[in-house]
Nanobody, 122 residues
Framework: QVQLVESGGGLVPTGGSLRLSCAAS????????MAWYRQAPGKQRELVAT???????NYVHSVKGRFTISRGHAKTTVTLQMNSLKPEDTAVYYC????????????????WGQGTQVTVSS
């Protein structure tokens, strides 16, 4: 089984920065991509940034130029550097891994962390 553990959330003022980290452990056979999602109160979960194993990255328009996603050397860790934070960035941020835990698993699936709260005060 794959476990994802996030860290780095907290409370910051508008314009501040935070760095979220996520480490995957357990049985990991193939990692297709890792990503960060967020969910604000009363809203649907939103894809924030993706990092593929091929090295490409993608961002939701609202965070482009402010957030940077990066993978560790082992490709099973992912960080999200968040700069120039705005109150609308307030949400629970979830780490996501899409891949296969074992060779016997025919298709990839999503694995999720427990979430970390990011609060940006106005």
């Amino acid at each position: 089984q794959v476990q994802l553990v996030e860290s780095g959330g907290g409370l910051v003022p508008t314009g501040g920065s935070l760095r979220l980290s996520c480490a995957a452990s357990g049985s990991i056979f193939v990692v297709n991509h890792m990503a960060w999602y967020r969910q604000a109160p009363g809203k649907q979960r939103e894809l924030v940034a993706t990092s593929t194993s091929a090295g490409s990255t993608n961002y939701v328009h609202s965070v482009k130029g402010r957030f940077t996603i990066s993978r560790g050397h082992a490709k099973t860790t992912v960080t999200l550097q968040m700069n120039s934070l705005k109150p609308e960035d307030t949400a629970v941020y979830y780490c996501n891994l899409f891949g296969r835990a074992t060779a016997l698993q025919p298709y990839g699936r999503d694995y999720w962390g427990q979430g970390t709260q990011v609060t940006v005060s106005s």
